[in-house]
Every structure is written in C-alpha cells, then in structure tokens.
C-alpha cells in the first residue's frame, strides 16, 4: 500500500474528531432519555421512540436535505443566527456534528434503554431505602449494572458516525478541513478515479468496521454469560 497523502490524514483526524464529539454528546443526551423511555409511564413514549429511532429507516440525503433547509442562511436555526451576526450552521463543522448527533441517536439510545430494561427498578429501589440519592445511585448502581450497554452504545455511535456519507455530504459538502470526512473523501477519490487510494481508506474502515463487530458480540456474550 502507498503512504497515506497530508490530505487522507486530515480526513481521519476530522473524522476521529466528529465521532469524539458525537459520541461523547450523544452518551450525555441519550442517557436521561433511554432512562425516560425504560421507566417513564407518559403515553408520549411512543411517540418519542418512534422519532429517535426515524434515522434508521429515513434515507441519509432526506435527513440531509432537511438538515440543510433548517441549518441554511434561510432556516429556522440558520436565519436567527444570521440576524444575530452568527454564522449558519450549513457547510461547517458545527453543522455535520449537530446533524451526526441526530442521525446517530438511535445507536445511542437504544443500547442503553435495552439495558435499563433489564436493569429493572429492583436495584435502584433498594439502593433509594437505604438512603443512597439520584446521583449516588446512578454511580454506585445503575452505571456498573448496565455498564455493558454504555459500552455497546459509545461503539455503536463512534462506528456509525466514522461511516456516515449521505447526510454529511448534503449538509457539509466536502470542504477540506471543516466537513471532508473519510467518507467523503473516499467518494471523492473513486469520482476522480483515484482507486487505489479509494481501496487504501475502504480497507482501513472496513478493517475498523469488523473489529467494532467483534467488540460487540464480544461485550454483549460476556455480560450474557455474567447473568446466567
């Protein structure tokens, strides 16, 4: 395999730095919601799970294309930012971050409600009568209960937000630096007919793709076997 160029570098430092971010603010967001969705009782529920999971069904270049009209100098989010002398979120990096936050949030949330499930109300009921309050029983007993699905769920989102192309790309374009992520960069490789460095980047995510696989089977077997 060739070296890779300054420019494939920049892509995977880009790229890396997209999925740091939305997986760290994805495990804040989705950790009261899945927690909501596993023990609330409102007849909201459904619909709310109904709207984080949409991006698993949507097509990426519909969510995309909304994302764009909403973020754009004319949106409902860009317009206001623009009266206040910001800049608009379309073809910047705060843009593709806030659109990769929405569109893995079902990789997020629903690992985490799944193991809030299983969790139960049980051990928090217990922990409460013995005098432990929220933030002492989220610590002591509901993070090293379900750690497992925290686990899956950071995998889960940092994978799918290093392979996302559609919604970035209607939303962010591919402006060197600010929004061309590998995906990106693959595409715009095998459009030049580039392939050879197009095949070095494919390999490289379907390598990291594989091992995210492993680690998921891996951690989900070994937390079966720790319940039997």
Avoid at 21 to 33: E, F, G, K, M, Q
Avoid at 123 to 138: E, H, N, Y
């Amino acid at each position: 395999m060739n070296s890779l160029s300054p420019a494939d570098w920049q892509a995977i430092v880009l790229t890396l730095k997209l999925c740091s971010y939305t997986t760290i603010i994805l495990l804040l967001l989705a950790t009261p919601l899945a927690w909501w969705l596993a023990n609330g009782r409102s007849f909201m529920r459904n619909m709310v799970q109904a709207v984080v999971a949409l991006p698993l069904v949507l097509p990426p270049t519909v969510l995309g294309f909304y994302l764009l009209l909403a973020f754009g100098p004319y949106g409902v989010i860009g317009q206001p930012l623009e009266s206040l002398g910001l800049r608009h979120l379309a073809f910047s990096f705060e843009g593709i971050l806030l659109a990769s936050v929405i569109y893995s949030m079902p990789f997020a949330v629903q690992p985490l409600h799944q193991a809030f499930m299983q969790l139960g109300r049980r051990p928090i009921d217990v922990a409460a009568s013995l005098g432990a309050g929220p933030m002492d029983r989220f610590f002591s007993v509901i993070l090293p209960l379900t750690r497992g699905g925290f686990l899956v769920a950071a995998t889960l989102t940092f994978a799918h937000t290093i392979g996302e192309f559609g919604v970035i790309l209607m939303l962010g374009g591919s402006i060197p630096g600010e929004t061309k992520v590998l995906s990106v960069l693959i595409y715009d490789h095998t459009e030049a007919m580039n392939y050879g460095a197009a095949h070095q980047l494919s390999l490289l995510l379907l390598l990291f793709s594989f091992t995210v696989l492993l680690v998921v089977y891996g951690v989900n077997r070994r937390f079966d076997v720790a319940k039997i």
